[in-house]
């Protein structure tokens, strides 16, 4: 991928793509990405805060083809709110995870998608999300739990310990791994030529393993509800999510396929780096602050507000390492941003991860941890689209709110609790995958709390 640099001329660059000689980068900025996964996105951020103009920076894809970086809230916004769809060609992503995740919420485009949100948004209901608290509460208690014998031994632990080990996340994971893989060795974009690899091949076998299991989970709730069993909130603890979408139809009386109900619950499991950053990253009287707002032993949905300053914390977590770095889209037709026309066919990176460390946008700290960013007077002067962890407009994330609620929850618990301290002997290295990822772990100590 190499940079165009900012005096490129946009309509020469339409002609390099027929042919024309490509216009070298005027300086050392530019040139092809590193493969080390941390070293690039740090890449990103150099060539959005050095190079970008009018919004956007330039650059050449595989085989000639024009790559348009979004990184500043005006055309984050531009994008966001258009129709443009999820990138399906041969170099989008969204082509390659299709095999792993079916036409869902997240692959679908154009009417399939309107459907499929319209299916699946009852199951957001704020009604339906309130005994969730109490979910939350339980599985807090386990990790909780699982904590205390590690701060009694002292033993360090790798906060992904209890989820990169099954073998499904496993799975997951090689699966995510491999569209980098694809993208790092260009010629493997080529279907034909990726499935006669081993990574191609350990895909498609990741692939069947993960379907089967979501299939047999999906078999037994079906057959229970055939069954007779209730759906309704009366009588339960909590509506199950994967009951409501079971049992979603459109106006004809279709539902849901199975992989339509393959929710990509996962994303909040590897969002959990941002927890722990979070706490990780806060000084002494940041410290104090959490503490002194994180009083409520078992936490209800009403209790939420309650928690400002966590939220503040929280918010600068994920500005810091976005759970989901890179969305692309597709224009399928001439569209302007920020003043120049990007033809028709071209990939719009919308960079989340470059656009929360602009320094035009964030300041020169950008780096830092400062939850006060995003106190209310801060928040209030704030662009919509300068702040979009869940990304933003009509295609944003489904499930926000269930999991900002969810993060406040076990972090408030966690922080009544604990104090952590990062294993500073271990370098944390991020790897951009699907979503944001460690290379190898991230460990860290445990003490309890008043002990």
Known sequence: MLYMGDDFNWDCSVNCVCGCQ?????????????????????????????YEEDGIVFLWGFFRRPIVIACTPESMARISKSNAPK???????????????????LVANGQ??????????????????????????????????KLKSKAASNDRFDVFQNVDTNPYVKAVNRITDSLFHR????????????????????????????????????????????????????????????????????EEG????????????????????????????????????????????????????????????????MRLHA????????????????????????????????????????????????PERFSPENVDKMSPFQFVPFSAGPRNCIGQHFAMNEEKSVLAKLLRNFTFRLDTSHEVKKNPSAVMRTVDGMFMYVEERNA
Not at 276 to 286: E, F, N
Request: charged share 25%.
């Open 112 to 145: 399939k998608w309107a459907r499929n949100r319209r299916l699946l948004t009852p199951a957001f209901h704020f009604d339906i999300l309130k005994p969730y608290t109490n979910v939350f509460n339980a599985s807090a208690d386990v990790l909780v739990a």
């Open 87 to 105: 990138s399906r060609g041969l170099m989008g992503v969204y082509r390659m995870i299709e095999p792993w995740l079916g036409e869902g919420l």
């Open 254 to 317: 279709v539902g849901l396929s199975s992989l339509e109900v393959m929710i990509r619950r996962r994303r909040r499991s590897h969002g959990f780096c941002t927890r722990w950053r979070s706490i990780r990253s806060t000084r002494g009287s940041v410290n104090r602050k959490l503490i002194k707002c994180c009083k409520e032993e078992t936490p209800t949905l009403s209790d939420m507000p309650k928690f400002e300053f966590l939220t503040q914390c929280i918010k600068e977590g």
């Open 323 to 370: 759970p989901v770095p890179i969305v692309n889209r597709e224009v399928k037709e001439d569209f302007e941003i920020g003043g120049r026309n990007i033809p028709a066919g071209s990939i719009v990176q919308l960079n989340i991860w470059a656009l929360h460390h602009k320094e035009s946008v964030w300041g020169p700290d950008h780096m830092e941890f400062k």
């Open 183 to 250: 993208f790092l060795y260009p010629y493997m974009l080529f279907d034909f030529i990726f499935y006669n690899t081993s990574v191609g091949r350990q895909f498609k076998k990741d692939c069947n393993f993960v379907h089967s299991v979501a299939e047999e989970i999906i078999h037994k709730r079906k057959k229970a509800l055939d069954g007779g069993e209730n759906v309704a909130l009366e009588g339960k603890r909590y509506v199950d999510f994967l009951d409501i979408l079971l049992t979603a139809r459109d």
């Open 22 to 50: 490509i216009l070298p980068s005027r300086t050392e900025g530019g040139g092809e990405f590193p493969k080390d996964p941390t070293g690039r996105i740090l890449h990103f951020i150099k060539i959005c805060n050095e």
